[in-house]
């Protein structure tokens, strides 16, 4: 018999959608009306074009994306879209922006850095960035070229409750971590990363979701290698070259299974739930303690400390006895992380909410 799945709080890769497990795995071996599988057939055949289409065409309806947007697909993850932004975004004798809200923006402004000028906007770093910004907290400069945030940190569960507001500087997000978590005004942004590993699908691909107008004041640098250049890949429908195709064909799947969910407000809604059912067990006694300030509480990356580190250690592995997989804090922030991304089930949120009054029962 096959090994029962666990509750999988991992941060990324992370859990799939059960019925895009179930139905990749029914057609791998022969795709219906085509023979092949998916990982064997031509990325310039008739089949993955639409799978493609299909899937470009099911993001754009469950984000709303403007018809002058591009949706691109690019291998290289978001740490990738790192050094892109600036590469074509960025003068070499400009500035740019950045929020430094946590591990993930300060590796996007370690890589501006190597490309042109850069400024914080805001750093959360002396309180280990466990709060985000208020819109009147942020140093704008008006002439940067774009200002870069993350809607999500992922290591430190701090998550934006609302879009920053620019004036006339362009806005990047990388929202990798709570992409399609709930809904997205994307006309308030130039470029949008995620990689697809938490809420999209399988890792080593983005998706970027560009505004035509901005690409086409991208930063004439002839020595750009072809691959970095964010037009190259539009004016080629992500097929410059060979791109993931099994990455794209399952990220159509979760789309499918977003859209028939009720979309961006359906999976919000259980979202919420979610993380008000973790959140409420992590205040209820004062035995576990929230690492994010409650304002700005991430829906998708709950980080939550115990009395000590050996008692994380204790919980961390009993847990993973109990089928509770995952849930060890990153390094830097210490203490426990849940996942609960999109897909990951509300049973397993109440299944580690029981495990957690035991535990605090047994230990506390
Ligand atoms: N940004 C955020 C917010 C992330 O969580 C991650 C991955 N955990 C990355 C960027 C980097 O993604 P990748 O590993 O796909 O390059």
Not at 52 to 80: C, H, M, N, W
Not at 94 to 104: F, R
Not at 121 to 139: I, R
Request: glycine share 10%; charged share 20%; with cysteine.
């Amino acid at each position: 018999m096959s090994t029962p799945r666990v509750f999988n709080f991992a941060a990324g890769p992370a859990v799939l959608p059960l019925p895009v497990l179930e139905e990749a795995q029914r057609d791998l071996v022969s795709m219906p009306g085509v023979g092949m599988s998916i990982l064997e057939m031509s990325h310039r055949g008739k089949f993955f074009e639409g799978v493609l289409k299909q899937t470009e065409a099911d993001i754009r309806k469950l984000a709303g994306v403007p018809d002058d947007y591009k949706v691109l697909f690019l291998p290289g993850g978001a740490s990738l879209q790192f050094s892109m932004v600036p590469l074509n975004f960025l003068p070499r004798d400009g500035s740019a922006d950045y929020i430094v809200s946590g591990a993930w923006s300060e590796k996007a402004i370690k890589e501006a850095k190597k490309v042109g000028g850069t400024k914080t906007a805001w750093t959360g770093k002396e309180g280990n960035f466990s709060t985000v910004p208020a819109q009147g907290d942020l140093t704008l400069d008006p002439n940067a070229a774009y200002l870069s945030f993350t809607s999500n940190e992922t290591i430190h569960g701090v998550e934006f409750k609302y879009v920053p507001g620019t004036g006339n500087v362009p806005l990047v997000c990388d929202t990798s971590s709570d992409m399609f978590s709930r809904p997205v005004d994307v006309a308030k942004h130039s470029l949008i990363y995620a990689g697809a590993q938490k809420n999209i699908g399988p890792a080593g691909i983005a998706l970027v979701i560009v505004k035509d107008e901005w690409l086409k004041k991208r930063v004439e640098d002839a020595k750009l290698p072809t691959m970095l250049n964010y037009a190259i890949h539009a004016e080629n429908t992500s097929m410059y070259n060979t791109p993931p195709c099994f990455a794209i064909y399952i990220m159509g799947l979760v789309m499918k299974w977003l859209l028939s969910i009720g979309g961006l407000d359906g999976i919000h809604a259980i979202n919420l739930r979610k993380a008000a059912t973790l959140y409420a067990e992590i205040d209820r006694t004062g035995y576990y303690k929230g690492h994010a300030a409650k304002d700005c509480r991430s829906l998708m990356n709950v980080t939550f400390r115990l009395p000590s580190e050996a008692l994380e250690e204790k919980f961390a592995k009993e847990a993973k006895a109990a089928g509770l997989d995952g849930l060890k804090g990153h390094r830097s922030v210490g203490g426990m992380r849940a996942s609960i991304y999109n897909a990951f089930p509300e049973a397993g949120v109440a299944a580690l909410v029981a495990f957690m009054q035991e535990f605090e029962k047994k230990n506390g």
